[in-house]
């Protein structure tokens, strides 16, 4: 497995020129994943992505690097003691590197001759390829993708110019991922989403949420999808809301800040029963917080956010997998319970692309709303049933007409005021938590039976748990073992339960300073996680970090 | 055809209160323009105006305070077939859901919205609205209000509304007229309509507007802009009423790439083969 950081300032096409090389890796027969960790501006500073690939899985990022592609000094600087002894800085010669591992290439220089100053990127990309033993094949296809066609022919050539520049120096290792999607968890929701019959999607730009918006307006045309930038986000929620309503099956993204706007009208969905899924990819908090790095801290927020009691679901995305399908099964639950499914991303699973076996849809089951109501009875949109699911018509789709409201209603949809509707109600709509407990998708077990610590995880942190406890079990005896939720609202607590039992130690790891998913499972099981790993830094946990933390004791 | 087609219900308003004139011609423009109640949907924010869909025979989506409009263009964007028309008050649509007024007319999407303007809010019994008159003293404005009153003619014109009206709910006839011209226009219209508050607007009463209305007739140009906009500054010892202004605008339907093939949204159903293809692309 190989481990490159590509670095720069903002706005030096460290993106494009990342973009090119992960697929032309995966294409190769490689596991790739890929990170991104930038800088709150447009034009400067300090921004670099993590691309990591070899024929082995790979769950997430590593800190040991075996190269540094470095577009300027900052980046060595700042990155060259994570760079192992035997690697290597590419750099451009008019950089003052003079570490003995850095190959110096006037790639700048080469890139104006061949008349497109920017194509120093592509120069590198040759230079890495052709490091790595790869070939230049399906080079041409992958830039055509990436770059404008009137700058296709230079960026070709440069490509080919790195080429010859270097020696192979590392053998091409054999993989089998070619075939594979190479994906990010943002565009893999926007997959999903569409995948599920979306119809309607309504957004305030907000980082790192605005991917998405992007992802789907991108196809919206071909897709039959409506996109709309909403005037702000409290708009953007109560349009899917009335979008769902009508029939036409909804979603919006946002960050914690623009969720904070929408918690009233997610007691609307609630309360008036209009199927509504809402993404909030997590950033550092409160209010703006670090508007382009990475968090978990929104998990109590968005289990109790909006006024008064009303069922919901919130599912965490673990990686780019669970991007897509756990994307198509919040719209199936959202339909099926007539609920709000909150899906709880961050910046890193957002931001990441990951090798991902070919999505299938359908491996999901979508519930659709009634298309008509064969009942001799009056149809009330609010009918107390067993299952507190009462039958949802679409206005204008039959002869019925479709009363809902945010008041107390009664079963028509009319307000009332009367006490023993109003207890029936609330029962009615709480009552939907049994079945969708019935639902609940128990955490990824990781590791070995015969643990003796648990760590417990949620969302983004699967893939450096995933690589922590295989760091931790090698050699002696595998003394560790994770749990991993994705559902964690409503919390499924069988396997929980069970492994807790033969845990002697219960570290929680999360990307936050109180321990929200420990602070949940003690409320809703008594289970007391012994030991915490907590990070609010703004940048990902690696599976080596926690696997040296554990090893020395630094758990609090 | 009678309005009792989309009647009738016992209400929660005051005796009186301007609300009962402007849900009967509400009741009476659809009949006549030969609605079916099931293919009307009205949406209401919260307030003494906003429970009208409670009080009417149709779809009725009663939503939050505020965010009528909202919720209302995207129930026209999933189902163009629907009649959309959202009766909510002048705190719901001026004060609380004042981004959304603004943002919505440049969407131009085809839906009608009645403001029942009182000049008070009535819900909460008594405080000073965005249109309330300088001077009104209140509970909260004790010294009397000295926010200047929003002008939402003017306002509507110059963001581009394609229709913009006022009526009085004293002059029925013509309401219902103003109405049926708004439901029947391709695009946002919005009907500013004049409605005295029994209880808690002492000032703006029946009488006061009574007296001030005059209807724009036929010399009356509302096609100009310039005209419409200096008419639209007339507010006081005299207030027109009428269609102040119109134009012929765009829809939203006609202006979005996939609505405008035709099909309502609602009936477009996923391809399977394009998420094939989608899939493929990041192979």
Same mark, same amino acid.
């Given at each position: 497995?190989?481990?490159?950081?590509?670095?720069?300032?903002?706005?030096?096409?460290?993106?494009?020129?990342?973009a %090119?090389?992960e697929k032309?890796?995966?294409?190769?027969?490689?596991?790739?994943?890929t990170?991104r960790?930038?800088?709150?501006?447009?034009?400067?500073?300090?921004?670099?992505?993590?691309?990591?690939?070899?024929?082995?899985? %790979?769950?997430?990022?590593?800190?040991?690097?075996?190269?540094?592609?470095?577009?300027?000094?900052?980046?060595?600087?700042?990155?060259?003691?994570?760079?192992?002894?035997?690697?290597?800085?590419?750099?451009?010669?008019?950089?003052?590197?003079?570490?003995?591992?850095?190959?110096?290439?006037?790639?700048?220089?080469?890139?104006?001759?061949?008349?497109?100053?920017?194509?120093?990127?592509? %120069?590198?990309?040759?230079?890495?390829?052709?490091?790595?033993?790869?070939?230049?094949?399906?080079?041409?296809?992958?830039?055509?993708n990436?770059?404008?066609?009137?700058?296709?022919?230079?960026?070709?050539?440069?490509?080919?110019?790195?080429?010859?520049?270097?020696?192979?120096?590392?053998?091409?290792?054999?993989?089998?991922?070619?075939?594979?999607m190479l994906i990010s968890g943002t565009k893999a929701v926007a997959l999903g989403a569409i995948a599920?019959?979306?119809?309607?999607?309504?957004?305030?730009?907000?980082?790192p949420s605005t991917g998405i918006l992007e992802a789907i307006a991108a196809v919206?045309?071909?897709?039959?999808?409506?996109?709309?930038?909403?005037?702000?986000?409290?708009?953007?929620?109560?349009?899917?809301?009335?979008?769902?309503?009508?029939?036409?099956?909804?979603?919006?993204g946002?960050?914690?800040?623009?969720?904070?706007?929408?918690?009233?009208?997610?007691?609307?969905?609630?309360?008036?029963?209009?199927?509504?899924?809402?993404i909030?990819v997590?950033?550092?908090?409160?209010?703006?917080?670090?508007?382009?790095?990475?968090?978990?801290?929104?998990?109590?927020?968005?289990?109790?956010?909006?006024?008064?009691?009303?069922?919901?679901?919130?599912?965490?995305l673990?990686n780019s997998q669970d991007a897509f399908?756990?994307t198509?099964?919040?719209?199936?639950?959202?339909?099926?319970?007539?609920?709000?499914?909150?899906?709880?991303s961050?910046?890193?699973i957002g931001d990441a692309s990951a090798?991902v076996?070919?999505f299938?849809?359908?491996?999901?089951?979508?519930?659709?709303?009634?298309?008509?109501?064969?009942?001799?009875?009056?149809?009330?949109?609010?009918?107390?049933?067993?299952?507190?699911?009462?039958?949802?018509?679409?206005?204008?789709?039959?002869?019925?007409?479709?009363?809902?409201?945010?008041?107390?209603?009664?079963?028509?949809?009319?307000?009332?005021?009367?006490?023993?509707?109003?207890?029936?109600?609330?029962?009615?709509?709480?009552?939907?938590?049994?079945?969708?407990?019935?639902?609940?998708?128990?955490?990824?077990?990781?590791?070995?039976?015969?643990?003796?610590?648990?760590?417990?995880?949620?969302?983004?942190?699967?893939?450096?748990?995933?690589?922590?406890?295989?760091?931790?079990?090698?050699?002696?005896?595998?003394?560790?073992?994770?749990?991993?939720?994705?559902?964690?609202?409503?919390?499924?607590?069988?396997?929980?339960?069970?492994?807790?039992?033969?845990?002697?130690?219960?570290?929680?790891?999360?990307?936050?300073?109180?321990?929200?998913?420990?602070?949940?499972?003690?409320?809703?099981?008594? %289970?007391?996680?012994?030991?915490?790993?907590?990070?609010?830094?703004?940048?990902?946990?690696?599976?080596?970090?926690?696997?040296?933390?554990?090893?020395?004791?630094?758990?609090? | 055809?009678?309005?009792?087609?989309?009647?009738?219900?016992?209400?929660?308003?005051?005796?009186?209160?301007?609300?009962?004139?402007?849900?009967?011609?509400?009741?009476?423009?659809?009949?006549?323009?030969?609605?079916?109640?099931?293919?009307?949907?009205?949406?209401?924010?919260? @307030?003494?105006?906003?429970?009208?869909?409670?009080?009417?025979?149709?779809?009725?989506?009663? @939503?939050?305070?505020?965010?009528?409009?909202?919720?209302?263009?995207?129930?026209?964007?999933?189902?163009?077939?629907?009649?959309?028309?959202?009766?909510?008050?002048? @705190?719901?649509?001026?004060?609380?859901?004042?981004?959304?007024?603004?943002?919505?007319?440049?969407?131009?999407?085809?839906?009608?919205?009645?403001?029942?303007?009182?000049?008070?809010?009535?819900?909460?019994?008594?405080?000073?609205?965005?249109?309330?008159?300088?001077?009104?003293?209140?509970?909260?404005?004790?010294?009397?209000?000295?926010?200047?009153?929003?002008?939402?003619?003017?306002?509507?014109?110059?963001?581009?509304?394609?229709?913009?009206?006022?009526?009085?709910? @004293?002059?029925?006839?013509?309401?219902?007229?103003?109405?049926?011209?708004?439901?029947?226009?391709?695009?946002?219209?919005?009907?500013?309509?004049?409605?005295?508050?029994?209880?808690?607007?002492?000032?703006?009463?029946?009488?006061?507007?009574?007296?001030?209305?005059?209807?724009?007739?036929?010399?009356?140009?509302?096609?100009?802009?310039?005209?419409?906009?200096?008419?639209?500054?007339?507010?006081?010892?005299?207030?027109?009423?009428?269609?102040?202004?119109?134009?012929?605008?765009?829809?939203?339907?006609?202006?979005?790439?996939?609505?405008?093939?035709?099909?309502?949204?609602?009936?477009?159903?996923?391809?399977?083969?394009?998420?094939?293809?989608l899939i493929?692309s990041y192979i």
């Amino acid at each position: 497995m190989y481990n490159l950081l590509i670095g720069g300032a903002a706005g030096q096409g460290i993106d494009t020129t990342v973009a %090119i090389l992960e697929k032309l890796l995966k294409r190769s027969g490689y596991n790739v994943f890929t990170v991104r960790d930038f800088m709150s501006r447009v034009r400067g500073g300090h921004n670099f992505s993590l691309l990591r690939f070899g024929n082995e899985k %790979i769950y997430s990022h590593s800190n040991q690097l075996d190269g540094i592609v470095a577009l300027d000094e900052q980046t060595v600087a700042l990155h060259k003691d994570q760079l192992k002894e035997d690697g290597l800085i590419l750099c451009d010669s008019k950089l003052a590197i003079s570490d003995p591992r850095a190959i110096n290439l006037g790639m700048d220089a080469m890139a104006k001759e061949l008349g497109n100053v920017k194509a120093s990127g592509s %120069i590198a990309v040759g230079v890495i390829l052709k490091l790595f033993g790869e070939t230049l094949s399906g080079v041409e296809e992958v830039l055509g993708n990436v770059v404008k066609p009137q700058y296709l022919a230079s960026n070709f050539k440069a490509v080919q110019e790195g080429y010859k520049a270097v020696q192979e120096r590392f053998p091409h290792l054999e993989g089998k991922y070619g075939d594979w999607m190479l994906i990010s968890g943002t565009k893999a929701v926007a997959l999903g989403a569409i995948a599920a019959g979306l119809r309607f999607y309504t957004a305030y730009p907000m980082s790192p949420s605005t991917g998405i918006l992007e992802a789907i307006a991108a196809v919206a045309d071909e897709a039959d999808v409506v996109v709309e930038q909403a005037e702000d986000e409290i708009g953007a929620i109560n349009m899917a809301i009335g979008s769902s309503y009508a029939g036409a099956r909804a979603m919006t993204g946002t960050s914690g800040g623009g969720f904070s706007l929408m918690v009233e009208a997610l007691g609307l969905s609630g309360m008036a029963e209009i199927p509504l899924v809402v993404i909030d990819v997590q950033r550092p908090g409160p209010v703006t917080g670090l508007p382009t790095r990475t968090e978990q801290s929104d998990l109590k927020f968005v289990i109790s956010a909006s006024q008064g009691e009303f069922p919901r679901m919130v599912i965490g995305l673990r990686n780019s997998q669970d991007a897509f399908y756990q994307t198509m099964r919040a719209f199936n639950l959202a339909e099926k319970y007539q609920i709000p499914v909150i899906i709880l991303s961050d910046q890193y699973i957002g931001d990441a692309s990951a090798t991902v076996m070919p999505f299938d849809p359908t491996k999901i089951k979508l519930a659709e709303p009634l298309k008509q109501y064969a009942d001799k009875e009056e149809y009330l949109r609010y009918k107390y049933t067993d299952s507190g699911i009462s039958p949802r018509l679409i206005p204008g789709q039959t002869k019925h007409l479709v009363i809902i409201d945010s008041d107390e209603h009664d079963e028509k949809g009319w307000i009332t005021e009367s006490a023993e509707v109003r207890t029936k109600m609330v029962d009615k709509r709480m009552k939907k938590l049994e079945g969708l407990k019935r639902e609940l998708q128990e955490p990824e077990f990781i590791g070995s039976d015969s643990f003796e610590t648990l760590i417990i995880g949620w969302g983004s942190t699967w893939g450096p748990i995933n690589e922590a406890i295989t760091l931790l079990n090698k050699g002696e005896k595998a003394k560790y073992a994770a749990l991993v939720f994705g559902d964690f609202y409503p919390l499924p607590d069988r396997l929980l339960q069970e492994k807790a039992k033969q845990a002697k130690c219960i570290i929680n790891i999360e990307q936050n300073a109180t321990g929200q998913l420990a602070g949940l499972i003690r409320e809703k099981t008594g %289970i007391v996680c012994s030991d915490s790993i907590l990070k609010y830094d703004g940048r990902q946990i690696s599976g080596e970090e926690i696997a040296d933390m554990i090893q020395k004791g630094e758990i609090k | 055809m009678n309005k009792e087609n989309f009647s009738t219900y016992e209400t929660a308003w005051c005796p009186g209160c301007g609300n009962f004139a402007i849900l009967e011609c509400l009741k009476t423009a659809l009949e006549e323009m030969k609605k079916d109640p099931s293919q009307v949907l009205v949406v209401a924010g919260i @307030g003494q105006a906003a429970k009208t869909p409670q009080y009417i025979s149709a779809n009725a989506f009663c @939503g939050l305070h505020g965010r009528a409009l909202p919720a209302a263009v995207a129930t026209k964007i999933a189902n163009e077939k629907l009649t959309v028309i959202v009766n909510t008050g002048d @705190g719901d649509s001026y004060g609380e859901g004042g981004n959304h007024f603004l943002h919505n007319m440049r969407r131009n999407v085809d839906i009608t919205h009645f403001v029942h303007d009182n000049q008070i809010y009535g819900l909460t019994k008594g405080q000073a609205s965005p249109t309330s008159m300088v001077g009104m003293v209140t509970g909260v404005q004790t010294d009397g209000n000295f926010n200047e009153p929003l002008n939402p003619i003017l306002l509507a014109i110059a963001a581009g509304a394609g229709f913009v009206a006022r009526a009085f709910t @004293g002059r029925k006839e013509h309401l219902i007229e103003v109405m049926k011209q708004a439901i029947a226009y391709k695009g946002y219209a919005i009907v500013d309509i004049l409605q005295p508050c029994v209880s808690f607007n002492k000032f703006n009463t029946f009488g006061w507007y009574n007296k001030r209305v005059y209807e724009l007739d036929e010399n009356y140009d509302c096609e100009n802009k310039t005209i419409a906009l200096a008419k639209s500054m007339e507010f006081g010892e005299q207030i027109p009423i009428g269609i102040i202004y119109r134009e012929v605008k765009a829809t939203y339907h006609e202006k979005n790439f996939v609505l405008k093939q035709g099909k309502p949204l609602v009936e477009c159903e996923t391809n399977s083969e394009f998420v094939g293809k989608l899939i493929k692309s990041y192979i």
